[in-house]
């Protein structure tokens, strides 16, 4: 009796019922804007154009959306460090090729050939985080040596030709439905939800949010931050190569045509718009896969629309430039509270 008439006071006091409360709280949630955006985006291209809520296009949606949010993850998750990966693209790139040949010229059987590719991906995101940590070398150069190095090796290996014949394996993941959902979708909701969990649930997680929000802070505490950064690195570098798994069998050639290029600014379009800070410490996975939904929605309503692909790059490169902007006036916001 007496918990319950503590615990109306402050609604009386307050004069605001469990209702409104809630709505306050949706609307302060910072992945709201981009959420209602998601669905402002989609009932108008909806209505413009019938075909584009169809089954058809939602499930090619899908496909598309798990191969940019796998690398928008891994990208965020190094922003969240206060660092940046330039690489996951190219090196998404290297993966097709390196997976195709170990599988057709290496005869190595596809789980294998994924195997392999993973172990030496994360390799080099090992390389990048020790070159962060232990080196004190800019995450943007070292980042761009190895977009550089990964594109050159894709064309090196391919000599501008496809790798034909690969096994059945790669299109029985890449290209297969469950339950009319596509398996990449699947698959990407599963690392969605387990990134979630490592950031709000564990220890681990939080410290990832400490040691990007303050290094020296964070240090004082007795956090590990050379840990975090590291294992951040190899996690982004990992998830590429898982993305390069599902294009692979997407394609169902070994191309070097084109495949992850440019794909790291949609990575951190994605992660910007999604709240992720650029100076580190802030943002979430709603967040970034509700900012990949957008860049999504934008790119297949636009081609949808049968907008010259001229036009969407320049679209997407204004939403870019748009969600930069946001999160510097959102930092200067932030610094000036403080």
């Not at 690969?166 to 990134?195: C, K, M, N, R, T």
């Not at 050379?226 to 294009?247: D, E, H, I, P």
């Not at 939403?319 to 403080?338: E, N, Y």
Request: with cysteine; hydrophobic share 50%; glycine share 14%.
């Amino acid at each position: 009796m007496t918990t319950g008439t503590v615990s109306s006071a402050p609604a009386a006091a307050t004069g605001s019922s469990p209702g409104s409360t809630l709505v306050r709280r949706l609307i302060e949630t910072p992945e709201v804007g981009v959420v209602v955006a998601c669905v402002v985006v989609f009932v108008a291209l909806a209505v413009d154009k019938s075909s584009f809520a169809g089954a058809v296009n939602l499930q090619g949606m899908g496909f598309d959306l798990s191969q940019y949010g796998l690398i928008a993850i891994g990208e965020s998750l190094v922003i969240l460090t206060g660092g940046i990966d330039l690489s996951v693209g190219a090196l998404l790139g290297t993966s097709v090729i390196a997976m195709s040949w170990l599988n057709v010229h290496g005869h190595l059987p596809g789980p294998v050939a994924v195997l392999v590719t993973l172990v030496l991906t994360g390799l080099v995101g090992l390389l990048h985080g020790l070159a962060v940590t232990r080196l004190k070398m800019a995450p943007f150069v070292v980042t761009l040596v190895t977009y550089t190095v990964a594109q050159g090796i894709t064309l090196a290996i391919t000599s501008g030709t496809s790798i034909v014949g690969i096994s059945p394996f790669f299109g029985d993941v890449g290209q297969s439905y469950l339950a009319q959902i596509p398996v990449p979708l699947i698959l990407f909701a599963i690392v969605a939800v387990g990134a979630w969990f490592f950031l709000e649930r564990t220890y681990a997680g939080r410290q990832v949010y400490a040691v990007g929000g303050n290094a020296e802070a964070a240090r004082l505490a007795g956090i590990r931050g050379n840990r975090r950064v590291v294992s951040m690195y190899v996690t982004s570098s990992l998830l590429a190569g898982f993305a390069g798994m599902l294009v692979l069998g997407r394609m169902g050639v070994g191309s070097a045509s084109g495949v992850g290029v440019g794909w790291e600014l949609s990575a951190i379009a994605a992660a910007v718009i999604g709240g992720v800070s650029l100076v580190g410490g802030q943002g979430r996975i709603a967040g970034i896969v509700a900012g990949t939904v957008l860049l999504e929605l934008i790119n297949n309503g636009l081609t949808t629309l049968q907008i010259n692909a001229d036009y969407v790059n320049i679209v997407l490169g204004s939403v870019l430039g748009l969600a930069i902007t946001a999160d510097r006036l959102r930092a200067r916001r932030v610094a000036r509270r403080s």
